[in-house]
């Protein structure tokens, strides 16, 4: 009997108790807060290569690192949502996050800034265990409006981010950001802490057979290797410009400091808000189709960004459409492999998420390394290209692969 096969369904402690409004709104801000310690580097990449005397090729460096952590975290810790209490779990990851945030603020060498990058990256997966927690708790017809709520909360968590850290690294440094970080992450304990309730497992697998049940699901899942396909190749393209754009707008015609640059993170505004639209979208029209709208959207996005460097609207809108493709890419994707095998949602979500950030990562290097050498144009060719073949990936398995439509409309 394989390990996928052999997960016993262990009723949770917490289906006893109903999801009101007020306990998914306080989750949502508690995502919002963990995801944020991934992005408050962004705008303040320039910055803090220089801070401990390096110069811009540190900068991609910075920003992969803390996202290929968060996929080993995810590796890590994504699948002990489904062996121990979730609860628990996070109480353990927030203070080992604080920890990394702490070392950024102090960190005195590339070496030290790079290692605590990465541990910010591996301990700061909270939002990634409360997800799959509270979808598990909602009717299917609601599951997408649900998760479309806690991605809300997820997303305003980076537009805090950006913003914030932009204007606080301009006027007292990017040093001070983190430590500001670290006790940001002490509310964050506290609202998980009271509001996340507590579970049963529901798998009582070993750890070790837990993580073989991860390629065998990625190996028998040809839904969940499609989602892994489009998340890798749409977030790595954001990511193409995200982790470029602070050193883009340095340069002229912009010349800009890390406050305004910041001020890019409300672009992220619209995307919040259509957020749970978003997820009714993919309940109702069928989450395949919500993606390959968002590879469209993100195509169109990278054709304005390509000339962002004659006009600074181009760059606005390609942005603002750029995070509301990723968005749906992300909420449509999170939403149709939820219902795919309740028992291993925190399996799935890890295996998906993994792709997503790894995605990132290799888009943040990229960014910052094409943009530094090709420009505007080098950006928007890397990224149309992303969003190009996602589209065309999701195309051909639709060919391939005809899903019925009962299926269709709940998962793919």
């Known amino acids: 009997m394989t390990p996928v096969n052999t997960i016993s369904n262990v009723i949770s402690d917490s289906n006893s108790l109903p999801v009101s409004g007020p306990r998914v709104v306080a989750l949502a801000l508690a995502c919002g807060l963990a995801v944020a310690t991934l992005y408050y580097n962004q705008p303040l990449l320039p910055a803090m290569a220089a801070g401990v ?22 590796l890590l810790f994504g699948p002990l949502g489904d062996r121990l209490d979730r609860r628990r779990l996070v109480a353990c990851l927030i203070p080992a996050n604080i ?17 605590a990058s990465m541990l910010v990256g591996v301990t700061g997966v909270t939002a990634q265990i409360i997800i799959p927690a509270i979808s598990s708790l909602v009717a299917p017809a609601k599951r997408g409006h649900t998760v479309g709520c806690l991605m809300s909360g997820l997303f305003a968590g980076t537009l805090l981010a950006r913003t914030l850290s932009g ?84 340069r002229p015609p912009y010349s800009w400091g890390s406050d305004l640059t910041g001020l890019f993170g409300f672009v992220g505004l619209a995307g919040m808000l259509a957020s749970t639209k978003i997820g009714r979208l993919a309940d109702h029209w069928g989450a395949r189709n919500v993606v390959s709208i968002a590879a469209i959207l993100v195509i169109l996005s990278f054709s304005l960004i390509a000339a962002s460097g004659y006009c600074l609207a181009l760059l606005v809108l390609g942005a603002i459409g750029l995070d509301l493709g990723s968005r749906a890419n992300l909420i449509a994707n999170q939403t149709r492999l939820y219902g795919l095998q309740p028992e291993v949602r925190g399996c799935l979500n890890t295996v998906f998420m993994i792709s997503y950030y790894v995605g990132g990562a290799i888009g943040s290097i990229g960014g910052a390394t094409v943009g530094g050498q090709y ?25 391939s692969e005809p899903v019925p439509v009962s299926r269709d409309r709940s998962h793919g």
């Open 53 to 74: 005397g390096s110069g811009p090729s540190a900068q991609g460096a910075i920003t992969m690192l803390t996202q290929i952590g968060y996929a080993l975290g995810l």
């Open 99 to 115: 920890a990394g945030l702490v070392l950024s603020a102090t960190a005195s060498s590339l070496a030290w800034l790079l290692a």
């Open 167 to 250: 204007y606080v690294g301009e006027h007292a440094g990017w040093r001070t950001m983190f430590a500001l970080a670290a006790v940001i992450d002490v509310l964050l304990f506290v609202v998980v802490w009271l509001c996340l309730p507590a579970n049963r497992p529901s798998s009582d697998m070993p750890y070790s057979e837990l993580m073989v049940s991860l390629g065998l699901l990625f190996v028998r899942e040809p839904l969940l290797r499609e989602a892994c396909l489009a998340g890798f190749l749409l977030f790595g393209a954001l990511n193409v410009l995200w982790g470029s754009l602070a050193l883009m707008l340095q």
């Open 375 to 399: 420009g505007w144009i080098g950006l928007g060719v890397v990224g149309g290209t992303c969003g190009t073949l996602a589209l065309v990936a999701g195309h051909l398995v639709r060919l």
